[in-house]
Structure formats: structure tokens, C-alpha cells
């Protein structure tokens, strides 16, 4: 998936970065044999960088839009405040039970609070104010998901958003797809919004980072 950066030197900063918890390398491995679309799974490299940043910020509340079989979510709580919460959304019910598996595994069953449905209904139903948000769900729905967190982030919070340069799909200006064009788009407008800092990382897939000012 990522042609942005020479496979070598990938493969070099992979080697001497921090590696993959076991945990997740049992999670990684059943994802892959046992659920459909494994390509959707957060990369074990990715992963790190989501634990180092949640290490940093040691957040209070993180909500997670886009769950899979929880591989994110695990990653950021290694850096969650001890009496720390994490919401995750997923419109998968089937995907629980392996979620389940590996919280309870992980020891953080009891910090990780489940919803199951369309998030667009589920977000203004949390009454809480997050100082981490992780965006990885249906592409499509960025700007929607956007205008529905903006207001419940705190001011120095973070808004991490996965898969914005779409495998390079975003340079290319003739015969964009729906999802390609609404990524487009939702570069511009966190770039623009005066309430965010934004900065794009090309890794894997491309990953944005923006602070809440």
C-alpha cells in the first residue's frame, strides 16, 4: 500500500522502531486468517506511531471512529491515563467478539467502551469531550464525522485521520472516484478550519494530524 516511500528505507525505519507488541502480533495474525478485508487492519508500524503520540498526550478520553477487530484502539490504550476511557464505534457487530477477545486479553476490557452502529447517530449520543480522536471508518463520511466531533475535541486535543492520500489516488487529477474526491476534500477543509493545526504524514496510507487550538 505505501509507494510513498523507498521500500529499503521503510524497511529500515521499521527495523529500528519500536516492534509490535505480541498481543498484537496474535491479533494481526487471527485478523488475517480469520476476517474479511485484512487490508483494512492498522499496520504494526502505524501502530506504534498511534501508541507513541497517545504516549505523549496520555489522554483522558479518546474516541475511536472505525474499530476493525480493535488493533487501533489496543495501540492508543497503551498510552491511555490510568483511569482513562476509550469509545469505539463500529457498525460491524460481527467484529465484537474478537474485539472482545483481545480487550479482555490486553487488560483494558474495562477502559474500552463498545458501540455498535452508524456512528453519525452514535456521536452526538456521547456526552463526553475527547482529547484523542482516531478517524479510520467509511471515507466517504470525513467531513460528516468532522463537523460532528469538532466541538466535543479540547482545546490541544488531537484528530488523527487514517488513509488521506488513498494509495497516491489523491494526485490524480482525471476520473476521481467518490471516496478519492470526498478525501480530497476533506484535506482542504481540516487544512483550512482556523481551529486545527494540520499536518499530513505519508505513512502507509498517509495518516493527518491535527491539534485543536
Same mark, same amino acid.
Given at each position: 500500500m505505501n509507494e510513498f516511500i523507498n521500500k529499503d528505507i @521503510?524497511?529500515?525505519v521499521e527495523l529500528n522502531s519500536q516492534q509490535e507488541p505480541t498481543l498484537l502480533k496474535e491479533l494481526n495474525k487471527e485478523t488475517h486468517l480469520k476476517i474479511l478485508n485484512p487490508r483494512m487492519l492498522c499496520s504494526s508500524y502505524q501502530g506504534r506511531v498511534l501508541s507513541i503520540i497517545s $504516549? &505523549?498526550? $496520555?489522554p483522558k478520553k479518546v474516541l475511536e471512529i472505525g474499530t476493525y477487530t480493535g488493533y487501533s484502539a489496543l495501540c492508543i490504550a497503551e %498510552? @491511555?491515563? !490510568? #483511569?482513562g476511557i476509550i469509545h469505539t464505534i463500529d457498525i460491524n457487530e460481527e467484529l465484537k467478539e474478537i474485539q472482545n477477545k483481545y480487550f479482555k486479553k490486553s487488560g483494558f476490557e474495562n477502559q474500552i467502551h463498545q458501540h455498535i %452502529? #452508524?456512528?453519525i447517530e452514535i &456521536?452526538? $449520543?456521547? #456526552?463526553e469531550c475527547f482529547d484523542f480522536v482516531y478517524l479510520d471508518a467509511d471515507k466517504e463520511n470525513y467531513d460528516k464525522y468532522l463537523d460532528l466531533v469538532i466541538d466535543k475535541i479540547v482545546s490541544g486535543g488531537v484528530l488523527i485521520s487514517d488513509n488521506v492520500l488513498w494509495? %497516491? !489516488?489523491?494526485l490524480n487529477n482525471k476520473n476521481k472516484d467518490l471516496i478519492t474526491q470526498k478525501l480530497i476534500e476533506f484535506n482542504q477543509l481540516v487544512k483550512k478550519d482556523k481551529r486545527l493545526d494540520t499536518i499530513i504524514l505519508p505513512i502507509r496510507d498517509g495518516i493527518s494530524i491535527c491539534r485543536k487550538i
Open positions: @521503510l524497511d529500515y $504516549k &505523549i498526550i $496520555k %498510552g @491511555l491515563d !490510568k #483511569n %452502529g #452508524n456512528a &456521536i452526538p $449520543k456521547i #456526552n494509495s %497516491g !489516488k489523491v
